[in-house]
């Protein structure tokens, strides 16, 4: 028995070991589409690896219980991972869920499959189809119902309504006009945030879809409403008329909210980021010589100021963005590994 145990161990290994060379000889990106795996999930084994060596790639003991570990919640995970990769099979959806800290054997995530009839591919697909169209037409019913303004922030919680908005920060020689772009949390005060040089709906939606999203998924953050300005890259001001930026908040069933800034509950949050961000941008712009060394540090300063400066302001004044969301959404919460990585955008 304790050889199989050991066997199963080694063979994980091997295997793990197997992908990250794999990643190295032939990218990242080929890597994960080849073992149907995240780059989260690669970037986390290759840390793992980095620190303790092949140690680092046999499954970690979690020192936690997380509140949706009981067996019906790790059955539900399977089913929405279906859902959501019908290709996937036993071993990738086990990999998949090992992202959100379920630990289940690839064995039984078949038996799984096997008792809701799902273990052959047609079947999955067949199932995501069903359960997706319905989730849609339920989505697009609430959405419908919901109020076009968001409730006070008394009644919010972490991750129900965000606020998105656009500053100028001035021409750089060599580089042009800059522009910061940020996606904040109303209530924790979580923030996404980058730099560009054009002012434009695909910039917004590049930090939207590309930072703020995948975050949201990970921190168990799922906006409700998404508050912007009367600014062209998110709205075109004129009611019924079509915009990039509006037109894909209503495909993920999100409820976009016009606010005034002349006249907005909310301005507490932009005013406390804007100036932090401002601050540090201005000492940033007086010694770097490249935009890209901008981004960095530009990139550098929203990890400080979700992890370690205070939010400053509101009943939370005392506790950092993130420590907001541990308090709400439990120890288990955490940022994903590449949010610690400068990434090039």
């Keep these: 028995m304790l050889k199989a145990v050991k066997d199963q161990e080694e063979a994980i290994i091997k295997h ?10 032939q990218g990242v990106s080929a890597a994960c589409k080849k073992y149907r795996i995240s780059r989260t999930l690669y970037y986390r084994w290759h840390k793992r690896f980095d620190e303790q060596g092949l140690a680092g790639l046999k499954d970690q003991v979690r020192h936690f219980v997380p509140p949706n570990k009981s067996a019906l919640a790790v059955e539900q995970a399977v089913l929405d991972a279906i859902v959501s990769f019908p290709d996937y099979g036993p071993q990738s959806i086990a990999w998949l869920l090992e ?16 008792r809701h009839e799902l273990n052959h591919k047609p079947a999955r697909k067949h199932y995501s189809r069903k359960i997706s169209t319905a989730k849609q037409q339920s989505a697009a019913a609430e959405l419908e119902v919901r109020p076009d303004r968001a409730p006070e922030p008394a009644q919010l919680t972490v991750g129900e309504c965000w606020l998105a908005w656009t500053v100028e920060r001035g021409y750089q020689p060599g580089i042009g006009n800059l522009y910061q772009y940020a996606v904040v949390d109303l209530i ?12 434009n709906a ?16 990970e921190l168990l953050m799922q906006p409700g ?35 005034e800034e002349k006249n907005n509950l909310y301005s507490k949050t932009v005013q406390v980021f804007n100036q932090k961000s401002g601050a540090y941008l201005e000492s940033l712009l007086e010694l770097a010589d490249s935009f890209d060394v901008i981004k960095d540090g530009f990139q550098q300063f929203v990890r400080d100021y979700n992890l370690e400066l205070p939010l400053g302001y509101g009943k939370n004044s005392h506790k950092t963005p993130m420590e907001i969301v541990v308090d709400a959404k439990g120890p288990g919460v955490t940022l994903p590994l590449w949010s610690y990585v400068n990434r090039k955008y």
């Design 188 to 199: 924790s005060g979580v923030a996404c945030a980058r730099l560009y040089t054009k002012k």
């Design 99 to 114: 992202e959100q800290d379920l630990k289940i054997s690839s064995s039984g995530v078949y038996n799984i499959m096997r």
């Design 16 to 25: 793990r070991h197997e992908i990250l060379l794999c990643g190295q000889e």
């Design 225 to 259: 409403w998404i508050m912007t300005p009367h600014q062209v890259e998110y709205t075109t001001g004129r009611i019924h008329s079509s915009h990039l930026y509006t037109s894909k908040l209503r495909e993920m069933n999100i409820k976009q909210v016009i606010w």
């Design 202 to 217: 695909d910039c917004a939606l590049d930090l939207l879809l590309g930072v703020a999203i995948p975050m949201g998924n």
